[in-house]
């Protein structure tokens, strides 16, 4: 087997991978850097965020108040260390990518645009048009093509890390081109590979997003934290479940039931505020859980719209005029008159909740390291955390950033430290076991399972049982239903044995990695018996601080279901209070 | 029930690339991908493709769908009759069924330096350059290219000088050049004011028609000559002014 001789290896070339690479590269231009993704990195789904990049900017704001927003939002899950320093290095991070060119709106005298985001208390979400993740990730891979330094390996799935000695020394990945295997060895390894939508039949993720970087840490002794909180967006479309930004609302689109009746209202984000006077924080505005949750409770008493693709509430834009639509949200535009055929400027927008994003993740600390030496992670994949329980709009991108770099940062020191050099046998003997791992899978004959038939299973256990709310025996069912399915997994037989761009390997494999995540989803949720956040419990309403103000940590079995085990939130000047979204806090 | 004729090629099995029949059903409102997707997941798994966003933002899904470079993932069933014929993007080699080899493409993507270059260095301490809309505006159309090659498959001069670094690196580099923080110009002007850099444009404007986002690389290639040949004017027939 090839081996690649590298200094660090990073898995994921999105936004947090990226970000990574052109740190590194310019902390120290002496180190080799290979940066592998299974696709190239400017389909990276980074490119899919659309609202844009929470960071302090504006004179009337300050730290406090995007720490205070993102801990209240979080419901008091998050670390509140780790958000300090994300609210502290947003504007810088926001600002270098200004100097590396990406095309922010802009005010009328040449500053920086923000807008309104859910759940956010000012107004600091930095945006460009409805594209603003897609112009960070051209942004940072065209950018990284300055530095010499950063070798790209496009197209190459990762299969496992390489341990040894206690510490991560590398990985195996399959070059799609040739079905080669090669072996990475890296003095360390970052992963930055993105979150796990597609376990969900319906998604606004891309089909890449299938949690192989959470699976490969996973697998490799790493827990993963907080798997239970996943989020739903409000707003997507009802058939392709294509993302409608927030930044709808932000602009001043407003949410109706079949009746006409802005429901929020009914959910403790009332008082009304007035059609097309946005108010931050409330109504329209309040946080992408309770948005969800209110509108389950409203299908529960029948007043959404029924479509053919289920029930539906109206997103309604037409007040805020074909001019401002065309400046602020083309994109959202192009998709709904398109894919769905209703024109916002003229028809209100039938939208449903829509898995969207994994609060939790890979266990790393505030400085992107996961337990595991060598070994570091960011971006959507990891958990640090900053989100907590529920994730506020245009955090997201802003951590891809902050953290992407922190990651880099940290991978670098860890170099320089100077670790042992590896024993080049016993890491070459675990590449070789990896690759006999996926020879198997070309060698195996008679297998009873098809991967679209378990993958449909699994998607419908998802979000049958582990969808808005979520109870006891739903969610017994889906981990039970789940375990049966990775031991059936292991009967799955590829149709297409061949080398070239073997897109069926490739879905059994990423089928291996969503099977993995989704048990750590099921079992984190049925052991938290509380509500949180994105985590609702029709069996324990409430939340449990004296018990539940505790990460998650799903810790991987082979065969079995994983462990969980807790630790400590870190608070460091917020005790958890009540989350306040109606239009009366102040 | 829709019927598709999808182009397949195998290296290690195939001595030439042929046409297999599928016929799918498929909802009404769905696109080509959506189809794709419901052969692979039904019939045949071992059809290959490059697809992700369905949103035509990712740009992975660029095909030929009845001899037109087009997105999979927005193009919609019902704006076809009979049998559609799916092909991978001509003027790249095909490196499994649908799947192109796009070195070629990324190579020349970073030799036009689409990076910016600034004017004067400034540190982050020092806050965001200021920039109008109106400066803006006049680069913004040309950030928007999702890379997904559809221009290079459109463009005749493309087919036949493969060297022609092509449509999406010009636009590219165009996107800086007007970028009213960057000077790098004169840096990026040797690879597209080479011959194979924009002279080689017989400017059919075919690669503005198919281009999904509107980018228009037909305008900025004009643009592109026009200053390059400025550029000449000043610098062999009125050497004592500055460029």
Not at chain 1, 542 to 566: G, V
Request: proline share 5%; net charge negative; charged share 25%.
């Amino acid at each position: 087997m090839e081996t690649i001789q590298t200094d660090v290896a990073i898995i994921g070339a999105g936004g947090a991978g990226l970000r990574a690479a052109i740190a590194l590269a310019e902390a120290d231009p002496q180190l080799r850097i290979a940066l592998i993704s299974k696709v190239y990195p400017m389909r990276s789904h980074t490119c899919a965020a659309e609202g844009g990049a929470a960071g302090v900017i504006k004179p009337d704001d300050s730290l406090d108040h995007h720490f205070n927003d993102t801990v209240g939002g979080g419901d008091w899950l998050c670390d509140q260390d780790a958000v300090e320093y994300l609210v502290r290095e947003a504007p810088k991070e926001l600002i270098q990518l200004e100097h590396w060119g990406c095309p922010w709106s802009r005010e009328p005298n040449g500053a920086v645009a923000v807008r309104p985001f859910g759940g956010m208390k000012k107004q600091r979400t930095w945006f460009a048009a409805d594209k603003s993740g897609f112009h960070i990730l051209h942004t940072l891979f065209q950018t990284s093509l300055r530095f010499p330094s950063i070798q790209r390996f496009d197209e190459y799935y990762a299969t496992d890390l390489i341990v040894d000695d206690g510490r991560c020394q590398g990985c195996t990945a399959i070059e799609m081109r040739s079905g080669q295997m090669r072996q990475f060895q890296a003095r360390a390894v970052i992963v930055a590979g993105g979150g796990a939508g597609r376990m969900f039949p319906f998604t606004t993720n891309g089909a890449i997003k299938t949690g192989d970087g959470m699976a490969l840490a996973y697998r490799a002794g790493v827990p993963l934290k907080d798997m239970e909180f996943v989020q739903y967006h409000p707003t997507g479309l009802p058939n392709t479940g294509t993302l409608l930004t927030e930044a709808c609302r932000g602009e001043g689109g407003i949410l109706l039931n079949k009746n006409g009746r802005r429901f929020l209202q009914d959910y403790g984000m009332g008082p009304e505020t007035p059609v097309g006077k946005p108010q931050l924080k409330t109504m329209e505005l309040g946080p992408r859980d309770r948005v969800s949750q209110a509108f389950w409770h409203e299908q529960k008493k029948g007043n959404m719209l029924p479509t053919k693709w289920g029930d539906c509430m109206l997103l309604d834009m037409r007040h805020l005029g074909e001019k401002t639509i065309n400046e602020r949200l083309p994109l959202v535009r192009d998709m709904a008159t398109s894919y769905l055929g209703v024109d916002p400027v003229t028809d209100p927008v039938p939208v449903r909740p829509v898995v969207h994003y994994m609060m939790g993740g890979i266990d790393t600390d505030i400085r992107a390291a996961t337990p595991l030496a060598g070994l570091f992670a960011a971006g959507e994949c990891a958990c640090v955390s900053i989100n907590g329980a529920n994730r506020l709009g245009s955090n997201s991108l802003t951590e891809i950033l902050v953290f992407g770099r922190r990651a880099g940062l940290s991978a670098a020191e860890y170099v320089r430290s100077g670790a042992r050099p590896g024993n080049d046998a016993a890491l070459a003997a675990k590449a070789t076991a990896a690759q006999a791992r996926i020879r198997s899978l070309f060698e195996k004959t008679g297998g009873k399972e098809s991967i679209a038939g378990l993958r449909k299973e699994m998607m419908t256990t998802m979000e049958e049982n582990a969808g808005i709310y979520r109870s006891r025996d739903g969610l017994s069912e889906a981990c039970k239903k789940l375990g049966e399915l990775r031991h059936r997994y292991a009967e799955v037989e590829l149709t297409d044995k061949t080398n070239v761009y073997n897109t069926d390997l490739l879905q059994a494999l990423e089928l291996g990695s969503m099977l993995d995540c989704a048990e750590a989803v099921t079992a984190s949720a049925l052991a938290r018996t509380e509500s949180r956040g994105a985590h609702q419990r029709l069996d324990f309403v409430e939340r449990d601080d004296t018990k539940f103000l505790r990460h998650s940590l799903a810790h991987f079995h082979s065969s079995d279901p994983p462990r969980i085990d807790y630790r400590d939130v870190v608070i460091t000047k917020s005790q958890p209070g009540v989350r306040d979204y109606s239009g009366d806090h102040e | 029930m829709f019927e598709l004729e999808v182009l397949r090629y195998n290296p290690e099995n195939d001595s030439e690339p042929h046409f297999q029949r599928y016929s799918v059903s498929c909802e009404e409102e769905w696109v080509v991908l959506d189809a794709l997707n419901r052969v692979k997941e039904t019939i045949d798994p071992t059809l290959s493709y490059r697809w992700s966003c369905h949103m035509a933002v990712c740009g992975s899904c660029g095909m030929m769908i009845n001899g037109e470079p087009k997105l999979a993932c927005k193009s919609f069933l019902r704006d076809y009759g009979g049998v559609i014929r799916v092909e991978p993007l001509v003027h790249f080699p095909i490196e499994r069924d649908l799947v192109t080899v796009i070195d070629d493409f990324m190579a020349k993507l970073a030799r036009v330096k689409p990076y910016l270059i600034p004017k004067q260095e400034k540190p982050v301490s020092e806050g965001e350059y200021r920039q109008t809309p109106a400066e803006l505006k006049k680069f913004k159309q040309y950030t928007l290219c999702i890379n997904c090659m559809l221009c290079y498959a459109a463009c005749p001069e493309y087919g036949l000088i493969p060297k022609f670094i092509g449509p999406a690196a010009i636009a590219l580099a165009h996107r800086y050049n007007q970028d009213s923080r960057d000077g790098g110009r004169d840096a990026r002007q040797e690879e597209i004011a080479a011959t194979e850099g924009v002279w080689e444009c017989s400017f059919t404007g075919a690669c503005s028609e198919v281009c999904p986002e509107h980018v228009d690389p037909a305008g900025a290639l004009q643009q592109v000559k026009i200053k390059s040949t400025v550029d000449w004017y000043k610098e062999h027939l009125m050497p004592w002014v500055k460029k």
